[in-house]
């Protein structure tokens, strides 16, 4: 192989490593991307689910606030009929 085909050969292996360096920076710079990308969306999603989880925690304190006054309503009408009861009872002795 003569000297300039020796030199063309030379060229022609170096513009193939730039060109697959270029590929790797190219392919490099869109894993980046997406990593940002991704990990913007996990954020408003945490976002997300953190509004979902206040929603739910104040809707589970109404509930709870709800049932506690059920509650409340049933031992009064317990008690009143427990008074009902020994009235009926003192009528009929």
Do not use: P
């Not at 060109?19 to 392919?27: E, I, P, S």
């Not at 913007?40 to 709800?66: F, S």
């Amino acid at each position: 192989m003569s000297e300039e085909q020796m030199s063309e050969e030379k060229e022609k292996m170096w513009e193939e490593y730039v060109g697959g360096l270029r590929d790797f920076r190219d392919l490099f710079e869109r894993y980046i991307q997406n990593e940002k990308e991704m990990f913007r969306a996990l954020q408003e999603r945490n976002e997300d689910l953190k509004e979902i989880v206040r929603y739910m925690a104040n809707a589970t304190h109404g509930l709870l606030k709800a049932v506690n006054q059920l509650i409340e309503i049933n031992c009064r009408l317990v008690e009143e009929n427990q008074t009902l009861h020994k009235m009926m009872l003192e009528r009929a002795a």
